[in-house]
């Protein structure tokens, strides 16, 4: 398999795992002398109150396995360490809900993915217009920075979209890859959340 299979086969992956969720979010145009280095601009504006949530969790990402080998070695440090992490999360969710004017801002209806997301906005863009995406993502309080294409922007039929005016289709294009992986981590914790409420299926005979 080529190189340009693998890359192609990784994004059908990312886009099977969706889900139907509500998310905080911020949109804004980037404008085009801007739009020539995206990567060094996501780098830059990492370091903020906002994302801390999403570090943190890549963090404990890392931190897994040497977690597992801790608690079946010594399992009174692996809960002190545990303890810890909790500790710290909770002063990063109090930093970022200082931080942030999306904690108090409605949420938008989103079908949401590791590649994009179908959102409802107020707002309608052009296809192809480049946007920074800010977007607060719950119960866990973490903050993902990123940029991405319109793909498309149309009207919402009337009694439908829940007060929103548009439906509109974004393609994601730089992001990290450890946010990337947070997403889908959130995406597949909903999914797992939406099946324990709905219960075990019976069928008839």
Known sequence: MSERDDKALAEDRREYFRVDDAIRLSLRPVPPEEQNDLDARLQRDQASGFTVMSSLAAISAE????????????????????ALDRKIEVLGRALIAGDTELVDQPAHPVNLSA?????????????????????????????????????????????????YAYRMRVAFTHLREQDRDLIIRHVLRCQSQALRHRGPRHYER
Do not use: H, W
């Open 115 to 163: 590649g994009g997301m179908r959102v409802l906005v107020d707002d309608c863009y052009t296809p192809g217009q480049v946007l920074e995406i800010r977007m607060l993502l719950f119960p866990s309080f973490t903050g993902v920075l990123l940029y991405g294409d319109v793909v498309d922007c149309e009207p919402v039929p009337e009694g439908e979209g829940d007060g």
């Open 63 to 82: 931190m897994v396995v040497s977690m597992r080998r801790i608690e079946n070695s010594d399992p009174d440090v692996a809960a002190y360490l545990k």
